[in-house]
């Protein structure tokens, strides 16, 4: 099939969105589809790199990062629209959504889209964000997505959150997968020492890792007041803060205030390749956020066969089982025991790893790839009006795929 990715953040950011686009690109063409991808360029100009198509754009001012398209592409979207794809699969509801959307139309392609974000924990981003609230963000949705014909949610929380906005479409719930081999390949003694001398981490120091963007949503504050109330010395552990975004700044100053200098080590962003060996330095893998929709870096943790210390979540169901592979906190004082629970009883930390291990495996690329492909055949398909397709379990068995029920010849 002639498949084309829509999406408005690409390689010159690192983020789960990225994460999943390039994923997905890998495992559909391992499979033998023809896969061309339209994104917005880090640039003024538009140009086409391979398999990609670039779209000149200017910085949104809205987050650090995010870029919107300047009119005036048209002969692009032609390109595109001429080369007839089957399937248009939309990774982020704005900018490049539009483009998709029209070329979906024009071709009669199937048009899918893959639901990342929970725009609630964004407005405070957007100027006067702070007076909308989820009635707008559901309005928007609502309106947005209405010529989509399926939504994939990657878990069932983002499914449940786009049914209370009153978006009427069906849900199938895949999974994002990862490159489990690059999170389960060990690292050089070597590596993990020369990051440890960078962070001024001590041999034998115990390591507890937050690993992401640093946006305000993420909530990273409080794992800066947690780690205080935990209280352990920075003889026997500290907090390794890795990732940039905008509330870095504050989180610095709230870690000096806090009096947290010699016990949290606030990284900057690291460089893709050596995201695995974070992981591997580690003892535990920390996060407060609740606005994850999956949450790859728990997924990363997993694989790398880290215990997990998280808030409470629904995106963590077949990710976190309290007590096998970690434990999610509500409340300060239950992360900092925690934390101490896993670093100090070294028997429980490993029998936790190797849970975390386990649980990872069903989030590879392979299965991801499977499943994505089988939605498309059969919603290609149903749009030709050739059949309703029976429910398929063969890729995800776990999950729980909405809508896929009770195959019917169309009149």
């Given at each position: 099939m002639k498949i084309l990715i829509t999406t408005d953040l690409f390689r010159s950011t690192i983020n789960g969105v990225v994460t999943s686009v390039l994923n997905l690109?890998?495992?559909?063409?391992?499979?033998?589809?023809?896969?061309?991808?339209?994104?917005?360029?880090?640039t003024g100009k538009a140009y086409q790199e391979g398999n990609v198509w670039y779209l000149r754009s200017i910085p949104s001012g809205i987050y650090p990062g995010v870029r919107i398209p300047i009119p005036g592409d048209g002969a692009y979207r032609r390109e595109l629209t001429e080369w007839m794809p089957d399937v248009v699969?939309?990774?982020?509801?704005?900018?490049?959504?539009?483009?998709?959307?029209?070329?979906?139309?024009?071709?009669?392609?199937?048009?899918?889209?893959?639901?990342?974000?929970?725009?609630?924990?964004?407005?405070?981003?957007?100027?006067?964000?702070?007076?909308?609230?989820?009635?707008?963000v559901a309005a928007c949705m609502r309106w947005r997505l209405r010529p989509v014909d399926r939504i994939i949610a990657p878990t069932k929380k983002v499914e449940r959150t786009f049914l209370s906005y009153g978006v009427q479409k069906k849900t199938a719930i895949i999974p994002t997968g990862i490159k489990l081999e690059a999170f389960t390949k060990p690292v050089s003694e070597e590596v993990l020492e020369g990051l440890r001398e960078e962070c001024g981490i001590r041999p034998g120091v115990r390591v507890v890792l937050?690993?992401?963007?640093?946006?305000f949503e993420k909530k990273v504050d409080e794992l800066l007041y947690g780690w205080k109330e935990a209280g352990i010395p920075r003889e026997e552990a500290m907090l390794l803060i890795v990732g940039g975004g905008p509330a870095e700044g504050s989180l610095r100053t709230l870690s000096q205030e806090l009096g947290?200098?010699?016990?949290?080590?606030?990284?900057?962003?690291?460089?893709?390749?050596?995201?695995?060996?974070?992981?591997?330095?580690?003892?535990?893998?920390?996060?407060?956020s609740t606005s994850e929709t999956q949450g790859l870096?728990?997924?990363?943790?997993?694989?790398?066969?880290?215990?997990?210390?998280?808030?409470?979540?629904?995106?963590?169901?077949?990710?976190?089982?309290?007590?096998?592979?970690?434990?999610?906190?509500?409340?300060?004082?239950?992360?900092?025991?925690?934390v101490k629970e896993i670093l100090?009883?070294?028997?429980?930390?490993?029998?936790?790893?190797?849970?975390s291990r386990e649980l990872a495996k069903v989030f590879g690329t392979e299965s991801f790839g499977r499943a994505v492909n089988d939605l498309y055949k059969k919603e290609v398909r149903l749009h030709e009006g050739t059949f309703v397709f029976e429910e398929s379990e063969a890729a995800f068995p776990k999950w729980d795929w909405t809508g896929y029920a009770n195959a019917k010849r169309l009149p």
């Open positions: 690109e890998e495992e559909l063409q391992r499979q033998g589809h023809e896969v061309r991808i339209l994104t917005v360029s880090d699969h939309s990774q982020c509801e704005f900018c490049t959504f539009s483009y998709g959307k029209q070329i979906a139309e024009d071709t009669g392609a199937v048009l899918i889209h893959t639901c990342h974000t929970l725009y609630e924990q964004y407005t405070k981003y957007i100027p006067m964000g702070k007076y909308l609230g989820t009635a707008a937050s690993l992401g963007r640093l946006g947290l200098s010699d016990r949290v080590c606030f990284y900057g962003m690291a460089k893709p390749e050596m995201v695995p060996a974070f992981y591997q330095l580690a003892d535990v893998f920390v996060c407060a870096t728990y997924v990363e943790a997993l694989a790398s066969g880290l215990p997990l210390v998280c808030r409470r979540d629904p995106c963590l169901a077949g990710v976190l089982e309290h007590g096998k592979n970690g434990y999610s906190f509500r409340e300060r004082a239950e992360f900092g025991s925690y100090f009883h070294k028997e429980k930390r490993q029998k936790m790893s190797a849970c």
